[in-house]
């Protein structure tokens, strides 16, 4: 059960616990409906449906579920890539919380979307959710492939662990992409890309964990360009 995804129908996703609950709130997302344990007070105005006992262990995706879960509906969308100016991708990424840790870092960053090639895992995964900490609800999660974003005027910048310039001398000036491979097999030599980034680093290990490297990156880009 833990590893199904919590969507329900098209944009309309399953929210485990109070917190996330309300976070989608905020965010403009509309509640559906709420399930509740018995003899616990609901968190939303919607729809409400007290369920029996037991019934919520066996349909939450987590082994001690929160007592409330919601049906929540993401709004229209509103943002499109080519009125992006600081976007990252994510190609094939596979680890749920990866994402949701990159999702965490970009809001915080002030990453306008983040892209999400074919074959990367599932978004609204409940453990992407979780791992977002609310991040999800209001960073614009985008399905597209890597000349969709180029064709959308970014420019794509690549991170490797082993050529390119420096991310502390890069140009992170204009409208960019920063675009990181998969957990385990990094982005491809010849992936259509614009320029190349490599953080430097010390000891035995190779390259940094992917979601540790987007953090990294989002947050020295943002000050960048911030001074610019």
């Not at 349909?59 to 890539?81: D, F, G, H, K, W």
């Not at 180029?150 to 662990?161: E, I, V, Y």
């Amino acid at each position: 059960m833990g590893r199904r995804s919590a969507r329900t129908d098209e944009g309309a996703f399953v929210v485990e616990g109070a917190t996330l609950i309300h976070e989608a709130i905020s965010a403009g997302w509309e509640v559906e409906a709420e399930y509740v344990a018995p003899g616990v007070a609901a968190v939303t105005s919607g729809e409400l449906f007290e369920l029996l006992p037991n019934v919520l262990e066996r349909v939450a995706s987590t082994e001690s579920p929160q007592p409330n879960i919601a049906v929540v509906r993401m709004p229209p969308e509103q943002l499109r890539l080519a009125e992006s100016s600081f976007v990252l991708v994510a190609d094939a990424l596979n680890d749920p919380g990866n994402l949701g840790t990159m999702l965490r870092s970009s809001e915080a960053a002030g990453v306008d979307a983040v892209v999400l090639t074919p074959g990367s895992v599932d978004p609204f995964n409940p453990k992407v959710v979780r791992a977002s900490a609310g991040a999800l609800f209001h960073v614009p999660v985008v399905s597209a492939t890597l000349d969709a974003v180029h064709d959308a005027g970014l420019r794509l910048m690549a991170t490797s662990s082993h050529r390119g310039d420096r991310h502390t001398e890069a140009d992170w000036s204009g409208r960019i992409a920063i675009v990181l491979g998969s957990e385990a097999h990094g982005l491809a030599d010849d992936a259509p890309v614009d320029a190349w980034v490599r953080i430097e680093h010390r000891g035995r290990a190779e390259s940094l964990n992917v979601a540790m490297a987007a953090t990294l990156l989002v947050f020295a880009a943002a000050e960048r360009r911030s001074d610019t």
